[in-house]
T-cell receptor, first 116, second 116 residues
Framework: AQKITQTQPGMFVQEKEAVTLDCTYDTSDPSYGLFWYKQPSSGEMIFLIYQGSYDQQNATEGRYSLNFQKARKSANLVISASQLGDSAMYFCAMRASGTGFQKLVFGTGTRLLVSP | DTEVTQTPKHLVMGMTNKKSLKCEQHMGHRAMYWYKQKAKKPPELMFVYSYEKLSINESVPSRFSPECPNSSLLNLHLHALQPEDSALYLC???????????????FGPGTRLTVT
């Protein structure tokens, strides 16, 4: 079974500061992928960044980076230079080989509020 | 074009009504998904279609009936719904997941369904 845990229900950060959103996962599958999605109040899920289980380097996409620590089973999202538009719900998710990579399992999410 | 469209954006229906949700993508993706999301919760997978064939049904009640008429379209037919079915219904698509784990899902804006 796959499980994603996000322990921070809410996070606050000031504009232009960096923030780390925590994500830990549990799976016995040898191959898996980890994803972060952003969901503004409008409802659409926006893909941010992906990390494969065999990737040696941490993924980066613009202001987003993923701090992947495989031994600790953590995949934290780092947002640098926060902007007001970053205020949203953030979900960590995983797909694993055990389900044929068909199922995307989400964590409970972290609500980020960026203040001026 | 990385767009998934969903219609309608909002839907209010009575428990005896029959209605349909529509999802469309033109990215050449061969996997399509329906998710249900209740307020303040993560999305929950309902159905997965792969190459227009139903691949996964997450024990969804039969009052929800999915249909994939072609590789670009995904419908969700609704009949005799209950008030607890009120939620945001999200459609997503991705490249063929059988090739590996790295294919992100692109989500539509969702349909906010209210059952009265």
């Amino acid at each position: 079974a796959q499980k994603i845990t996000q322990t921070q229900p809410g996070m606050f950060v000031q504009e232009k500061e960096a923030v780390t959103l925590d994500c830990t996962y549990d799976t016995s599958d040898p191959s898996y992928g980890l994803f972060w999605y952003k969901q503004p109040s409008s409802g659409e899920m926006i893909f941010l960044i992906y990390q494969g289980s065999y990737d040696q380097q941490n993924a980066t996409e613009g202001r987003y980076s993923l701090n992947f620590q495989k031994a600790r089973k953590s995949a934290n999202l780092v947002i640098s230079a926060s902007q007001l538009g970053d205020s949203a719900m953030y979900f960590c998710a995983m797909r694993a080989s055990g389900t044929g990579f068909q199922k995307l399992v989400f964590g409970t999410g972290t609500r980020l509020l960026v203040s001026p | 074009d990385t767009e998934v469209t969903q219609t309608p954006k909002h839907l209010v229906m009575g428990m005896t009504n029959k209605k349909s949700l529509k999802c469309e993508q033109h990215m050449g993706h061969r996997a399509m998904y329906w998710y249900k999301q209740k307020a303040k919760k993560p999305p929950e997978l309902m159905f997965v279609y792969s190459y227009e064939k139903l691949s996964i049904n997450e024990s969804v009640p039969s009052r929800f009936s999915p249909e994939c008429p072609n590789s670009s379209l995904l419908n969700l037919h609704l009949h005799a719904l209950q008030p607890e079915d009120s939620a945001l219904y999200l459609c997503a698509s991705s490249q063929d997941f059988k090739q590996g784990d790295g294919y992100e899902q692109y989500f539509g804006p969702g349909t906010r369904l209210t059952v009265t």
